[in-house]
């Protein structure tokens, strides 16, 4: 019989491999256990020489860590501090830095449009990194994690006549009516918890999570929240504290099995945010699939796709993404630049007198109109620089077969790239002083010269923000509506520093901002 080179190759290797454990076993069957520990640090040493000298990544400067193990990486996300640290890393080694051992993180304009483009004749789009966007905690795939993407195209397809501005614009009466509940109720609040003032961040929260709920579910979401054991709000607080969680499963997930353990234990806190977040977008999806109603909610369009119906796991966990990623972003750009007014009373002022000069009434206040508001808009723009709610991480995507060109920099295929957003709106060559809260950069007559196009909030390209449409009108609805009923007087303004207090995972955890509103404008 002949054998071939390969066989002969797979021969000679097993034979090693065959003498190699043979030696492993006699060397611990000797008690030679200092030979043992020998060849242990030598396969460590080698592969740390590996990884900091010869690993195709092995050029690219950064953290003197983030070459050895991906546990550096996750120790900077999980700390709460990424957005600083990655800004000064950029700020030291320059816009292109190693994070993680097959991890760059970019700072350029030019990168943003290369790594979350719709790609080019020759080089297809990235996709989606799978270990950063792992399934949710029932397995289940959605719009966000989805990492295939002829699967992913069809969800968005599925799912994009719900976010078209038609359909918004025909909803409108939901954002209206949630958003005056919210400026009645935050108008009757007087101190709580002993303490002056309440917390705007928490009501923020409750406003995005009841627009968000009825315009994906209809009716059937009050039914369903009066129906609840729990407190009204209990989701809300849910989706809050799942936040975090998402990024300790990353973190989970890049070791081989360890998901899989922890799911045998399903630790208490596990179950109450992951699990119990999954469970109320599977119980309010099948209590709307029982109960037909007239509104064009975002069940309706997913209903009436002519694209074959997902299985009912598929479109809950469709809801799952989108009460968190609708939920908690636009709460959180509120809440940022609700704290940058309240600390520059000019700019508030500037706002307050746009609004009440050109509405007498709350019910005059319709998008539409919102739309020409320029002062209103320009600090809408700010607020998402300042605090992008979407920034503080990394959005990794994966380069595809044959390497592509990024910065005049040739990156090989299968490498994790992103761009850190906050990195690029801190840059003072993209902004003048780029910490600062300046509203005016964004107008007509800006006396600035900042590169206004490196601003991305929603990103860019096939998986760019499907919600940015519904995030704009929201935004400016809400804001308008609050500043121009009341003037807020910051209690806590001794305690709190945005950026001190913040902490930045691929979602921020938001500092306590304590406000007492006083009323100035209409019968609210
Ligand atoms: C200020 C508010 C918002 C910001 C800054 C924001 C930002 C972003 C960003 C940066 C992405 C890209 C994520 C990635 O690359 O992994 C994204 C995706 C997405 N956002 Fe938003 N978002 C906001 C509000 C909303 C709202 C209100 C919705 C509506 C439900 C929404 C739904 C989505 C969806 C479904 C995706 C996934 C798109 C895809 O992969 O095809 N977002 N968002």
Known sequence: MEISLSQEAAISVLGLLHIYSKSVFETIKQNNLLAFCAIIIAVFLATA??????????????????????????????????????????????????????????????????????????????????????????????????TDREEHSRMRRMLSFAFSTTNLLENEDVLVRRTDEFVRAVGGIRGTGGKRGFSIVRQFNYVTFNIMGEMSFGDSFEARLEEQKEHRYHWAAVIVNTTYMNDVMRAVCVIPGLFTFLEYFNTPHMKATLYRHAEYATEHTEARLRHPTQRKDFVHHILTTKLPLPPTLEIASHFNVIMMAGAVTTATFLA???????????????????????????????????????????????????????????????????????????????????????????????????????????????????????????????????????????????????????????????????????????????????VELRRVMGDV
């Open 336 to 514: 940022g630049v609700t704290y940058y007014l309240a600390h520059l009373p000019s700019c508030t002022s500037l706002l307050q007198s746009e609004l009440r000069s050109r509405f007498s009434s709350l019910e005059e206040i319709t998008s539409k109109a919102l739309m020409n508001c320029e002062y209103l808009n320009a600090v809408v723009e700010e607020g998402l620089r300042i605090y992008p709610p979407a920034g503080a991480g990394h959005l990794s995507r994966i380069v595809p077969r044959g390497g592509v060109e990024i910065d005049g920099v040739w990156i090989p295929e299968g490498t994790r790239v992103s761009v850190h957003q906050w990195s690029v709106l801190r840059d003072p060559d993209n902004f003048h002083d780029p910490s600062s809260f300046i509203p005016e950069r964004w107008l007509k007559d800006s006396p600035y010269s900042d590169r206004l196009e490196t601003s991305l909030p929603f990103s860019y390209g096939p998986r760019g923000c499907l919600g940015r449409n519904l995030a704009y009108l929201e935004m400016r609805m809400v804001l308008a509506k609050m500043f121009w009923a009341y003037d807020v007087v910051w209690c806590n303004g001794e305690e709190v520093d945005w950026e001190r207090d913040s902490k930045g995972y691929t979602l921020w955890e938001k500092p306590d901002l304590r």
């Open 49 to 146: 020489l590996y990884l900091r000298f010869f690993h195709p990544l092995a050029k690219f400067p950064g953290p003197p860590l983030a070459p050895y193990s991906n546990g550096f990486w996750y120790y900077t996300l999980l700390a709460g501090r990424g957005p600083w640290k990655n800004h000064q890393w950029h700020q030291k080694w320059g816009p292109i830095i190693r994070i993680a051992p097959n991890h760059l993180s970019f700072s350029s304009h030019s990168a943003q449009k290369v790594i979350y483009g719709f790609g080019t004749r020759t080089v297809p789009s990235m996709v989606k990194d799978p270990i950063f966007f792992t399934p949710e905690v029932d397995h289940s795939m959605n719009i966000i994690n989805e």
